[in-house]
């Protein structure tokens, strides 16, 4: 395998020193893979690029405009977790906003699977996108006339190994989750502008994420991740309706409450319930089940990662080694 050290996308502000810590050089002499594979492939339009003459137009109206959508999927011990799941997500998405995905779905499976194939993994994440393509500068999408596919592989974890074990803290930011009559969450869009201004407000508050309410005060969910709080051994999730990404993840843990045999539902969800909450966690497929432990300078529950979340995280990983789309046959 051609892989170099996992890439955090998070890291979370503090970490607990160890024997093994590497102090890295501030300035490396050569650039390291932002994927975390050395000699990495990168599918554009049906041809494999390294990751170094991986090019996109600057014409291209996911550049310019962000308009485009994309999905990130996982792939564990050699299997693509709930890959069909998140190709109905991106096709939905695709014919929300009038984009015509150039290619079948069957194919598109393919694509997916040769560029993990190519990149030599058997665990990883794959981010695959959907341009509206080479356009002029003006705004009509009329003018983009060829959709182009990215599709990327790559070693990563959302955060570092201290916050799952421990718990990160939240802080609720000013930034309000869009208004789905502006710019509906369920488009999985390439403009996560909104989320990444959430996400600057995290970042100078000193907290690992944001928490995002939507016009209305309520919970709708954190910058990448569906919110689910626990109280009275049940478990509560804002509802698509406040504002929330139908998360794949989030879908999961319906399924596994239903095993364990605990209750679940949807309801409209305030800061006041996250404070009183004896549990919280996060879910999405990059960062999987994480549990919080702080919101806004108060502690959840006993501040550690409460039992139900961890039966739910140990469900998830089994059901992540145990089911997905085959990569090698």
């Keep these: 395998m051609k892989t170099t050290d996992t890439t955090v996308l998070d890291e979370p502000k503090i970490h607990e020193p160890t024997d093994q810590a590497v102090i890295e050089p501030a300035i490396e002499s050569r650039p390291r893979p932002a ?6 492939k990168i599918y554009i339009d049906g041809k494999f690029y390294s990751e170094a003459n991986a090019k996109v137009s600057v014409l291209d109206h996911g550049l310019l405009y962000g308009d485009g959508i ?3 999927i996982r792939f564990y011990n050699g299997r693509v977790f709930r890959l069909e799941e998140h190709l109905h997500r991106l096709w939905d998405s695709a014919r929300s906003i009038c984009l015509e995905i150039p290619m079948p779905m069957r194919d598109m499976t393919e694509a997916v699977l040769e560029t993990i194939r190519q990149n030599h993994l058997r665990d990883g994440y794959i981010r695959l996108l959907v341009t509206r393509g080479i356009g002029n500068l003006g705004l009509n999408p009329a003018q983009c006339k060829h959709p182009s596919v990215i599709i990327i592989a790559a070693t990563i974890a959302l ?3 201290n916050i799952y074990r421990k718990g990160l803290t939240i802080v609720t930011c000013a930034t309000r989750r869009s208004n789905p009559a502006a710019l509906n969450p369920a488009v999985k869009s390439l403009n996560y502008l909104n989320n990444v201004m959430a996400r600057i407000e995290a970042n100078l508050a000193g907290a690992d994420e944001a928490l995002m309410l939507n016009d209305a005060g309520n919970v709708a969910e954190c910058t990448a991740d569906n919110v689910f709080i626990i109280k009275r051994g049940q478990i509560f999730t804002p509802p698509i309706t406040a504002g929330a990404l139908r998360g794949i993840t989030r879908s999961i843990v319906f399924e596994i409450a239903g095993e364990l045999g605990i209750k679940i539902m ?3 969800i305030t800061r006041h319930d996250v404070f009183i909450a004896d549990e919280c966690f996060l879910t999405g497929t990059a960062a999987e089940i ?3 432990v702080k919101a806004d300078g108060r502690l959840i529950g006993n501040s550690k990662p409460g039992p139900i979340t961890a039966r739910t995280i140990a469900r998830f990983h089994a059901m992540t080694h145990e089911t997905g789309t085959p990569i090698f046959v």
């Design 35 to 40: 994927t975390g594979i050395k000699e990495a």
């Design 290 to 292: 994480v549990p919080v």
């Design 70 to 72: 994309f999905e990130g």
């Design 266 to 268: 949807e309801a409209d």
């Design 159 to 161: 955060y570092h190994e």
